[in-house]
C-alpha cells in the first residue's frame, strides 16, 4: 500500500528540524521505505510504502509517531503530539437514537453519533489542499471529513444521511448469497454471500459495510441529519468481498489489514469537531459504542540471549530498551528475561522474532556487523544436472549456436498437445504451458526472417507435461533449430555434440509428427531413443534432447585405447549405390566388415560417386598391401552384396 | 665430402647475393634444399660416408643448410618491396560462425560460481507448484493480503486436499520447504542448509520494467546460530564479489510473512558509488528482499526453530544482470525476443 504524506501535514504532529530529505532517509533506514520525495503545488509530499503489516503506520500521525522514535537515533530531536479533540460526549452501548443488532465476529467496534443541522458546503482551502496532496478530491465538508479523518488517524468513517436509515435501526449481519445492493457509486453488485451489510427496518441493505456505503442511504444536497459512523470490521470478511466484487476502496484497504479498535474513539471525537467547525452541526450528547472485547495489553516474552543470538551482536539491556520504549512498547526485565507489553496499535508483534526486529531496526541495521559463515557445509548432490548444462551450451555456442530465451507460457496453437491452461492469463498470446520446445523455436526463426546468411539458435527450457491429479511433469529439454543452413552442418553439430559428450548413439530413421515424411532420425542409445533431429514440415531443421536422457547417455570419461604403434594403411575407394541408399548405413556397414579397418569416412561426393577413406589397422604389425588388398575385397564384396554398391573402375 | 659441403655452400651463397627478385630466390632454395637439391642429395649420401666421419659431416651438413636458409631469408629482406613475393597480412581472417549465450545464462552463471564457492548447493525446484509450498508454507494462509504482494497465475491443473491449487510459482521462495525436505532425506537429515535456487518463476504482470516469466536467484541458509550479521555479512560478500569490492550493501525494514526480521537490500550505485547521482538519486539501487527464515516456516520444513535459525533472499537474475554491465535496456522485454541482432551484442 502507497500512501501520500504532506510535510506540513506532518509536522503538525511533529516537530523537528529534520529536512524533508533527512527525515526521508532517516524513516527509509528504519521503518517506512519513503519511495520519493515530490512537489504537489508548493507542498512536499512523501511518497511511502506500507507494508502490509504496519496497517498502524498508514497515517499523518502513524508516521509522525515512527518519525518521532526513528529521528533521535540519529540525533536529531523530534517530538510526537497526539491531536488535540474537544468533543467531550460520554459513551453508550445503546442510545436513543439508533437501535442495532449486531454481529460481533463481524464487527469489533460499532461506534456512531447523531449529528442534526449540518449545513453542506465547500470546505475551508487549507483543508481542500491536504486532501488534493493526500491523493484525494475535495468534493464538500461531509465528504472531505471522510477522508481527512481517513488520512490522519488511518482509520475510515462513513457517514450516513440519517433520515434514510428506516425506523432508525440497523442490522449488521452476514449478507446471503444473491442479495443486491447499490453502492453510492452507483454500482450495482449482487454479493457473494458472507459480506458485512447494514439493513434497516425496511429490510432495505444500507451499507456495505468497509467497503462503500449504500446508495439509499447516501448523504445528498438535502441531507439535515447525519449519522457518523467509525467501525472497526473483521479484516477477512472485509478481504473476501473487496476481492470478490473487485471493489477496492482505500477503506477496504485499510480495514482488510486489521485495524486497531483503539483507533475508534479518537477517530470520532475528532469527526465531531470537525462537524462541528465545518457544518455547523449539532451532535447528539452520547456516543453510541459497542465494543464488548476491549483491547487488553499482550505482553511478548523473550530474553537478552535470544535478541544478541538472532542479531550476532552483545547488546546490553538498556539498549534494547531504548530501543523498543520510543515506539510505544513497555519492556520490563526480570534478570536476562524480558517481556514486552505491546500497545493496542502494534498487534502485528507477536512473536520473538517480532521484538527481535523492532530492536534491530531503531538500533540501525547499519550498525551490525558483516560477518561471514562458518561451520560445516553441506554435502553436494551427485550427478546435478547444472554443469552438464553448462557442458552443453558451451559446445553449442562455441560452434556457432545462439542460445535463446522463449517464452513458457504460449498461445494455444504454440502450446502442443494437451497443455495445461492458465486460468487467469494476462491475454491469449500467453494462455498455455508448452508442451514442446519445438514450435517455439519455429517462431523464434521466424522473427529472424530477414537474415539470409545461416543460423543456429538453441534453449534449455522445461517443458511441462501434465499428469492427473499432480504437478506436471516439467522436463529441462534442450532444443534448437537450424536456419539457412545445409542438412549436412546441421547434422554434424548434432553429431560432434554426441560425440564430445561420450554418447555411444545411432541415427535410426523414423517418421514422427511434426517432421517431414522419411526426414527425421531418432537417436537412441541402444533402444533407448534419447532425442530427434530432422527436418520440420516448415523446412527448419530441428532437434531435440530430454537433458535428463542426454545426461544419463553421456559418459563422463572414455576409456583408454592404447596408442598404436604401427602406422596405419589409408587408402581412398569409390563407390556407386543403387538410388535410395542410406550412406549412413553403408559406412556403419564398413566399419564392422572387417576388425582391421579402423575409421571410414565419406571424403568427397560426385554424381553418383562416393569417394570413402579407409583405415587399415592392425594392432601389432604394419599391414602390407597384400593384406590390405584381400580386406578390401571382402569390404567391397559385402557392400555389393548387402547394398548393390561397386567399386568405381 | 667435406670439401663437397663447403663448395655447394659457397656456391649457393654467390647465389643467393647475386639474386634480385622473389623467383630467383625461390628458384635457388629448390636447386640446393629442394627434394632432388645439391645439398638434399649431400645429405642422402651420408650414410656411404665411413661411420667415423659421419658425425662431422653430419654437423656440417647441418650447418651448411642453415647458413644457406638464413642468407635466404637475409636476401630476401633485402629485395625491393616490389620484388618480394606478395603477401597480404591485413586479409581478413575467416572466422568460424561466433555462437553467444544469453545474458541470463551468463548471469545465472557468475551468481553460481559465487554461492558455490561459499559451500552452496545449486537446486531447482518447480516452476508449476502447490500453492501450499509457494504461499501457505511460507506463512501465508488463504486469503492473506500479503499475498497481493506476488500477481499470481493459477493454472487450471490439479488440486491437491493438502496441498491446495496449481499455481505458477511467484517466487524461488518455493524451494524453501521442498530445500528442508530434501535435506530430511540424506545423510544426517538435518542442516545445515547451504541453498540456491535458480529458478524461473511467472507473475502477471507486463510492462517495460517486468515481464511475465523471469528468474530468481534463491539463497537459504540454515544452521545453529544463524544471526542478521551472517546476513549482512553474506550477502556483501556476494555484492562485492559479483558488482565490485568498491560497492557497499545495507539493509532497510521490510515486511515477508516468511521471514522475521525481513529487509529490502541496496547495493550503492556503481557510477557514484553512493554519493548519489542522476543515475540512481540517492546512491542506492533496490536489489531485493531478505531476512531471517520465520519459525513459521522453518516448523513447516520440520526444522526445530528452537534449535536452528536460518537467512533467506530472494532476487531477480535480470535485475542484477542488468545493474551490473548498467546496461541501458531500455525494455526488459527484450531480454526475451529471439532477434539476433540483440541476442549477438552479448
Known amino acids: ?649 | 665430402m667435406k670439401e663437397e659441403i663447403s663448395n655447394i655452400k659457397n656456391e649457393a651463397i654467390a647465389q643467393i647475393m647475386e639474386a634480385d627478385s622473389a623467383t630467383e630466390l625461390e628458384e635457388i632454395s629448390i636447386a640446393y634444399l629442394g627434394r632432388n637439391g645439391k645439398l638434399t642429395n649431400l645429405i642422402k649420401r651420408l650414410k656411404e660416408v665411413p661411420p667415423e666421419e659421419r658425425k662431422e659431416n653430419g654437423i656440417l651438413l647441418n650447418e651448411a643448410k642453415s647458413t644457406i636458409q638464413s642468407f635466404l631469408a637475409t636476401q630476401k629482406g633485402k629485395l625491393s618491396v616490389t620484388a618480394r613475393k606478395w603477401f597480404d597480412p591485413t586479409v581478413p581472417g575467416a572466422k568460424p560462425p561466433i555462437g553467444h549465450l544469453h545474458l541470463v545464462t551468463q548471469g545465472i552463471r557468475q551468481i553460481s560460481r559465487i554461492f558455490e564457492n561459499l559451500g552452496y548447493v545449486r537446486v531447482r525446484y518447480p516452476e508449476v507448484e502447490w500453492d501450499w509450498y509457494a504461499f501457505e508454507a511460507l506463512n501465508m494462509p488463504k486469503g492473506h493480503p500479503a499475498r497481493d504482494m506476488w500477481e499470481t497465475f493459477f493454472v487450471d491443473g490439479a488440486t491437491d486436499p493438502k496441498l491446495g491449487q496449481t499455481v505458477l510459482t511467484p517466487h524461488t521462495s518455493n524451494g524453501q520447504v521442498r530445500e528442508m525436505q530434501r535435506i530430511h532425506s540424506t545423510g544426517s537429515g538435518l542442516p545445515p542448509i547451504r541453498m540456491i535456487n535458480i529458478a524461473k518463476c511467472y507473475r502477471r504482470q507486463s510492462d517495460a520494467s517486468h515481464v511475465p516469466m523471469f528468474h530468481q536467484f534463491e539463497g537459504l541458509v540454515i544452521d545453529k546460530g544463524i544471526s542478521v550479521a551472517h546476513l549482512k555479512g553474506t550477502l556483501d560478500a556476494f555484492a562485492k564479489e559479483f558488482f565490485g569490492p568498491e560497492r557497499r550493501t545495507r539493509l532497510r525494514p521490510y515486511h515477508f510473512q516468511f521471514t522475521e526480521p525481513s529487509f529490502e537490500v541496496d547495493v550503492t550505485c556503481g557510477i557514484c558509488l553512493g554519493k548519489g547521482c542522476k543515475v540512481c538519486k540517492g546512491g542506492w539501487l533496490e536489489l531485493g528482499g531478505a531476512g531471517m527464515v520465520h519459525p513459521a516456516v522453518l516448523k513447516n520444513g520440520g526444522i526445530a526453530p528452537n534449535k536452528y535459525t536460518g537467512f533467506a533472499f530472494g532476487w531477480g537474475v535480470e535485475r542484477v544482470v542488468m545493474m551490473k554491465s548498467c546496461l541501458e535496456i531500455p525494455d526488459i522485454r527484450l531480454l526475451y525476443s529471439s532477434d539476433l541482432r540483440f541476442l549477438r551484442q552479448f
Open chain 1, 1 to 649: 500500500m502507497d500512501i501520500k504524506i504532506p510535510d506540513k501535514w506532518l509536522r503538525e504532529y511533529l516537530e523537528t528540524k529534520a529536512t524533508p530529505q533527512k527525515l526521508a532517509e532517516c524513516l527509509s533506514l528504519c521503518g517506512e521505505s519513503v519511495e520519493k520525495i515530490e512537489k504537489i503545488g508548493n507542498e512536499t509530499v512523501y511518497d511511502i510504502e506500507i507494508t502490509t503489516n504496519r496497517v498502524d503506520s498508514a497515517s499523518v500521525l502513524g508516521i509522525a509517531r515512527e518519525a518521532s522514535a526513528i529521528l533521535p537515533r540519529f540525533k536529531i530531536p523530534a517530538k510526537f503530539t497526539q491531536p488535540m479533540t474537544h468533543a467531550k460526549q460520554r459513551t453508550f452501548s445503546s442510545v436513543n437514537y439508533l437501535k442495532t443488532n449486531i454481529d460481533h465476529n463481524l464487527c469489533f467496534r460499532f461506534s456512531a453519533i447523531l449529528i442534526k443541522n449540518i449545513k453542506i458546503a465547500t470546505s475551508p482551502l487549507d483543508i481542500q489542499n491536504k486532501l488534493i496532496e493526500s491523493g484525494a478530491r475535495p468534493i464538500n465538508n461531509i465528504v472531505d471529513i471522510s477522508n481527512y479523518i481517513m488520512f490522519l488517524f488511518g482509520q475510515p468513517i462513513h457517514t450516513f444521511d440519517y433520515d434514510k436509515i428506516k425506523g432508525a435501526k440497523m442490522h449488521l449481519r452476514a449478507s446471503r448469497k444473491g442479495e443486491e445492493l447499490t453502492t453510492l457509486d452507483g454500482k450495482k453488485h449482487k454479493l457473494p454471500g458472507g459480506d458485512i451489510v447494514i439493513e434497516d427496518v425496511d429490510g432495505r441493505l444500507i451499507d456495505l459495510a468497509g467497503i462503500m456505503g449504500g446508495l439509499n442511504s447516501a448523504v445528498d444536497e438535502n441531507t439535515k441529519n447525519v449519522l457518523l459512523f467509525v467501525q472497526t470490521y473483521n479484516p477477512v470478511n472485509i478481504r473476501r468481498t473487496s476481492m470478490a466484487l473487485a471493489a477496492r476502496s482505500q477503506a477496504s484497504i485499510l480495514f482488510e489489514k486489521g485495524l486497531d479498535t483503539e483507533l475508534v474513539d479518537p477517530a470520532l471525537r475528532y469527526g465531531i469537531d470537525m462537524f462541528v467547525n465545518l457544518t455547523k452541526g449539532t451532535p447528539a450528547d452520547e456516543i453510541l459504542d459497542i465494543y464488548p472485547d476491549p483491547y487488553k495489553v499482550k505482553a511478548v516474552k523473550t530474553n537478552l540471549e535470544f535478541i544478541n543470538e538472532r542479531l550476532g551482536i552483545s547488546l546490553t539491556k538498556d539498549q534494547i530498551s531504548k530501543s523498543l520504549v520510543p515506539l510505544g512498547f513497555y519492556p520490563r526485565w526480570s534478570g536476562k528475561n524480558i517481556s514486552v507489553e505491546i500497545p493496542s496499535y502494534r498487534r502485528d508483534v507477536e512473536i520473538p522474532e517480532d521484538i527481535v526486529e523492532e530492536v534491530a531496526r531503531i538500533y540501525g541495521y547499519r550498525n551490525l556487523p558483516d560477518t561471514p559463515l562458518s561451520g560445516v557445509v553441506p554435502i553436494p548432490i551427485n550427478d546435478s544436472p547444472f554443469i552438464f548444462e553448462e557442458k552443453v551450451k558451451d559446445f553449442l555456442s562455441g560452434w556457432g549456436g545462439v542460445e535463446v530465451y522463449t517464452q513458457s507460457l504460449v498461445p494455444k496453437e504454440l502450446a502442443g498437445p494437451e497443455a495445461l491452461k492458465l486460468k487467469n492469463p494476462l491475454g491469449k498470446e500467453a494462455e498455455y504451458l508448452r508442451t514442446s520446445l519445438m514450435l517455439s523455436l519455429e517462431k523464434a526463426a521466424r522473427e529472424n526472417s530477414g537474415v539470409t546468411e545461416p543460423f543456429h539458435l538453441f534453449e534449455i527450457a522445461n517443458v511441462y507435461l501434465p499428469r492427473r491429479g499432480d504437478l506436471p511433469v516439467e522436463l529441462m529439454t534442450l532444443a534448437g533449430v537450424f536456419v539457412n543452413d545445409s542438412y549436412e552442418n546441421a547434422k554434424g553439430i548434432i553429431e560432434a555434440l554426441l560425440e564430445k559428450l561420450n554418447i555411444d548413439y545411432k541415427f535410426v530413421p523414423e517418421d514422427s509428427k511434426g517432421f517431414l515424411p522419411s526426414q527425421r532420425l531418432s537417436i537412441k542409445t541402444g533402444q533407448t531413443e534419447i532425442g530427434q533431429f530432422g527436418v520440420l514440415e516448415s523446412g527448419l531443421i530441428y532437434y531435440e534432447f530430454p537433458i535428463e536422457s542426454l545426461q544419463k547417455a553421456s559418459k563422463e570419461q572414455r576409456s583408454f585405447v592404447p596408442i598404436p604403434n604401427f602406422p596405419s594403411q589409408i587408402e581412398d575407394i569409390t563407390l556407386s549405390f543403387p538410388a535410395k541408399t542410406y550412406l549412413g548405413d553403408v559406412i556403419e556397414k564398413m566399419k564392422s566388415a572387417d576388425k582391421l579397418i579402423s575409421e571410414v569416412k565419406l571424403v568427397d561426393k560426385f554424381k553418383d560417386f562416393f569417394t570413402f577413406r579407409i583405415w587399415y589397422q592392425h594392432p601389432t604389425k604394419t599391414l602390407t598391401d597384400r593384406e590390405v588388398e584381400k580386406i578390401r575385397n571382402r569390404l567391397v564384396e559385402t557392400i555389393k552384396r548387402q547394398f548393390g554398391g561397386f567399386l568405381k573402375d
